[in-house]
């Protein structure tokens, strides 16, 4: 089955310890990027990646890093986690877009519920 | 970053009624996609425009690209209670392949 995959599903941290939330797709997509939603404020953008060993800044890169060395995974990881990264986090990939547009179809994983203590 | 203006927030309708929604931008798009969110899921693409002026339909769902290519409007005939959930649109300009999204309409359907 075609999908984007999230681990952990939920996770309480407290302030200032490391983790990581790995995204993983199977659909050979280039294209990969992390979300985050908050109430109110909707989905926005971390960051992205064109390909391999390519990534770039989003709306609101800080306090995030990524890193793309396969073309399957795109972990996020947060070095020193903060109250205000609560939030539900979003990996997304799709084929990179042609001329026309299409591949800009970006298909979701099933969110990462994320608390910072 | 820009967030698109997608109305109405919310919408309460009997089971059976159409729905109308919309989304407008200060910016041209190249590409509108219409996703939708339920409890504890990721969004799920429904319908995606490429051009101007297209309307392109799946199941009960209607989804045309203005012609300005500011706007896009989304439309669900006869709505059923698994219609509920929160619809997104979402525009993209080729830059860097980023999605900006609107804010969403959070759909109830009373059987």
């Known amino acids: 089955e075609a999908q984007v995959t999230q681990n952990p599903r939920y996770l309480i941290t407290v302030t200032g310890k490391k983790l990581t939330v790995t995204c993983s797709q199977n659909m050979n997509h280039e294209y990969m990027s992390w979300y985050r939603q908050d109430p109110g404020l909707g989905l926005r953008q971390i960051y992205y990646?064109?390909?391999?060993?390519?990534?770039d800044k989003g709306d609101v890169p800080e306090g995030y890093k990524v890193s793309r060395k396969e073309k399957r995974n795109f972990p996020l990881i947060l070095e020193s986690p903060s109250p205000n990264q609560t939030s539900l986090y979003f990996c997304a990939s799709s084929f990179q877009p042609t001329l026309a547009g299409k591949g800009n179809e970006q298909f979701f994983g099933p969110g990462t519920r994320l608390t910072v203590l | 970053g820009q967030q698109l203006n997608q109305s109405p927030q919310s919408m309460f309708i009997q089971e059976g009624e159409d729905v109308s929604m919309n989304c407008t931008s200060s910016?041209?798009?190249?590409?509108w996609l219409w996703y939708k969110q339920e409890p504890g899921e990721g969004p799920v693409l429904l319908i995606a425009?490429?051009?101007?002026?297209e309307l392109t339909s799946n199941g009960r769902l209607t989804a045309q690209f203005g012609i300005t290519r500011k706007d896009s409007f989304l439309n669900i005939s006869a709505s059923i209670p698994s219609d509920v959930g929160i619809y997104f649109c979402a525009g993209n300009n080729n830059a860097g392949n980023m999605l900006t999204f609107g804010g969403g309409t959070r759909l109830m359907v009373k059987p």
């Open positions: 990646s064109m390909n391999v060993e390519v990534t």
């Open positions: 910016s041209i798009f190249n590409t």
């Open positions: 425009l490429y051009k101007a002026g």
